[in-house]
């Protein structure tokens, strides 16, 4: 039976709610066979916008609820941002229409509270244009207009300057393209754009990375059911990670180590570059092991080994046995919001403050694997100093027997969306001498 596009766009808002991260919902969503195929693009699209735009979403619905927003049933709360949502984004949809949809579906989840959907919602088509975020607090009104909570707003401005911080946070909010890393070892880049503008797919060569293929998200893929990527041709990565692997430059004979490695997009990068390179590949549990796994076999690489490991904790069969030794490190996740908006509102100022000292532990035992005349790669998805540069001015303090070694005549790579249109990106690579 095919189940109701909305009914499955609330149960995955429900689910965010309970603290699953969007991105995997939808990615669950496309292997359902209980959804119409047309369905799965209208679900993910909502889904998306609503985690979005929720600050924005409940600034309004609160103009037009008798009922404080704690107060609403989660549930019911949830219908009415996707109602909202839908009747200011989505034009394909009449507003009586949305009214209709979502009127049914609280009949379904709790009918006593049906009237009141029907009640706000009729309220906000006809004076919704009349609502004006106050500008008497710039901090809140960016909060609202971007969806961005307070502290961030605020520690972006502090970082950036009041117009960066707002380019920023707009760029947050759109949707960006799709990359993938073609595997040069089983075809050509070259040949893979001509299949894919044959198939009518809209792409183009990367400008960041040789071997990237940038696909608009006008046309919604599902790249992961596709037989080519089943076959191993290429793999779903954004360009900004893909810089990482030519960072590390990996040649004939090089013992590589990454510590952070899942799911395993730098691992095979690496791997595919130089076929005679040995990499280690770990992470600190098995499920995350097995979606490494899942990749290696996947593209056909036969240079990864695979290794449980606490990036933490000193392990002495590593000592001194690398010439390049990668330290993705767990992070803040704060410049890749365009692809998971949830990050938004799962994050504090005092979580990137402990993260900085987690990284700061990892680099310091990473540095203990690097052999003399050996390089240490030091990367994070976020654009918060506290956790780039700030990390490397204490590692370089206590660590003199490293330098930095220049990547395109700068000290670090920062990469940012609103800038370079990729994912918020840092990187930094240093020589032990």
Same mark, same amino acid.
């Given at each position: 039976?095919?189940?109701?596009?909305?009914? +499955?766009?609330?149960? /995955?808002?429900? =689910?965010?709610?309970? &603290?699953?991260?969007?991105?995997?919902?939808?990615?669950? %969503?496309? #292997?359902?066979?209980?959804?119409?195929?047309?369905?799965?693009?209208?679900?993910?699209?909502?889904?998306?916008?609503?985690?979005?735009?929720?600050?924005?979403?409940?600034?309004?619905?609160?103009?037009?609820?008798?009922?404080?927003?704690?107060?609403?049933?989660?549930?019911?709360?949830?219908?009415?941002?996707?109602? +909202?949502?839908?009747? /200011?984004?989505? =034009?394909?949809?009449? &507003?009586?229409?949305?009214?209709?949809?979502?009127?049914? %579906?609280? #009949?379904?989840?709790?009918?006593?509270?049906?009237?009141?959907?029907?009640?706000?919602?009729?309220?906000?088509?006809?004076?919704?244009?009349?609502?004006?975020?106050?500008?008497?607090?710039?901090?809140?009104?960016?909060?609202?207009?971007?969806?961005?909570?307070?502290?961030?707003?605020?520690?972006?401005?502090?970082?950036?300057?009041?117009?960066?911080?707002? =380019?920023?946070?707009?760029?947050?909010?759109?949707?960006?393209?799709?990359?993938?890393?073609?595997?040069?070892?089983?075809?050509?880049?070259?040949?893979?754009?001509?299949?894919?503008?044959?198939?009518?797919?809209?792409?183009?060569?990367?400008?960041?990375?040789?071997?990237?293929?940038?696909?608009?998200?006008?046309?919604?893929?599902?790249?992961?059911?596709?037989?080519?990527?089943?076959?191993?041709?290429?793999?779903?990565?954004?360009?900004?990670?893909?810089?990482?692997?030519?960072?590390?430059?990996?040649?004939?004979?090089?013992?590589?180590?990454?510590?952070?490695?899942?799911?395993?997009?730098?691992?095979?990068?690496?791997?595919?570059?130089?076929?005679?390179?040995?990499?280690?590949?770990?992470?600190?549990?098995?499920?995350?092991?097995?979606?490494?796994?899942?990749?290696?076999?996947?593209?056909?690489?036969?240079?990864?080994?695979?290794?449980?490991?606490?990036?933490?904790?000193?392990?002495?069969?590593?000592?001194?046995?690398?010439?390049?030794?990668?330290?993705?490190?767990?992070?803040?996740?704060?410049?890749?919001?365009?692809?998971?908006?949830?990050?938004?509102?799962?994050?504090?100022?005092?979580?990137?403050?402990?993260?900085?000292?987690?990284?700061?532990?990892?680099?310091?035992?990473?540095?203990?694997?690097?052999?003399?005349?050996?390089?240490?790669?030091?990367?994070?998805?976020?654009?918060?100093?506290?956790?780039?540069?700030?990390?490397?001015?204490?590692?370089?303090?206590?660590?003199?027997?490293?330098?930095?070694?220049?990547?395109?005549?700068?000290?670090?790579?920062?990469?940012?969306?609103?800038?370079?249109?990729?994912?918020?990106?840092?990187?930094?690579?240093?020589?032990?001498?």
């Amino acid at each position: 039976m095919i189940k109701n596009a909305r009914k +499955v766009a609330l149960e /995955l808002l429900n =689910d965010n709610e309970k &603290n699953q991260y969007i991105n995997k919902l939808v990615q669950n %969503l496309y #292997k359902r066979e209980d959804i119409d195929e047309r369905d799965k693009h209208f679900i993910s699209k909502i889904v998306y916008g609503v985690v979005e735009q929720k600050i924005y979403l409940d600034f309004l619905i609160r103009k037009f609820s008798s009922v404080r927003l704690k107060k609403i049933d989660p549930c019911i709360l949830n219908i009415l941002r996707m109602s +909202v949502y839908q009747i /200011l984004f989505m =034009d394909k949809t009449p &507003n009586p229409s949305a009214v209709d949809e979502a009127v049914k %579906l609280a #009949k379904k989840e709790s009918f006593r509270h049906s009237g009141f959907v029907n009640g706000v919602l009729r309220n906000f088509i006809r004076d919704g244009h009349k609502v004006q975020i106050p500008k008497t607090d710039l901090i809140e009104f960016l909060s609202i207009k971007y969806s961005h909570p307070e502290w961030m707003v605020k520690r972006f401005i502090e970082l950036f300057g009041e117009s960066f911080a707002e =380019d920023l946070m707009a760029a947050n909010n759109t949707i960006p393209d799709l990359s993938i890393r073609i595997n040069t070892q089983l075809t050509k880049r070259e040949d893979y754009m001509t299949k894919l503008q044959m198939d009518g797919i809209p792409c183009r060569i990367s400008d960041i990375v040789e071997d990237g293929i940038v696909i608009e998200q006008s046309k919604k893929l599902d790249l992961e059911h596709n037989e080519d990527f089943k076959k191993g041709l290429f793999i779903i990565q954004d360009e900004s990670s893909m810089k990482i692997a030519h960072i590390v430059a990996p040649e004939d004979g090089d013992q590589i180590l990454d510590l952070c490695a899942a799911p395993g997009g730098k691992t095979t990068h690496m791997a595919q570059l130089c076929p005679r390179a040995q990499i280690i590949s770990c992470d600190v549990s098995e499920q995350k092991l097995h979606l490494i796994e899942e990749n290696v076999k996947r593209l056909n690489l036969e240079n990864v080994q695979l290794m449980l490991n606490d990036a933490t904790v000193e392990n002495e069969s590593f000592k001194m046995r690398f010439h390049k030794v990668l330290v993705d490190a767990p992070c803040s996740g704060l410049g890749i919001i365009r692809r998971k908006p949830d990050i938004k509102y799962h994050k504090t100022y005092e979580d990137i403050l402990a993260l900085s000292e987690i990284q700061l532990t990892i680099l310091n035992q990473a540095s203990n694997y690097v052999m003399n005349e050996g390089f240490l790669i030091y990367s994070t998805c976020t654009v918060d100093p506290i956790e780039n540069g700030e990390v490397i001015k204490q590692f370089l303090r206590t660590h003199q027997e490293f330098e930095i070694v220049p990547i395109e005549d700068n000290n670090a790579m920062q990469l940012y969306p609103n800038v370079d249109e990729t994912d918020g990106f840092y990187c930094c690579k240093m020589k032990k001498k």
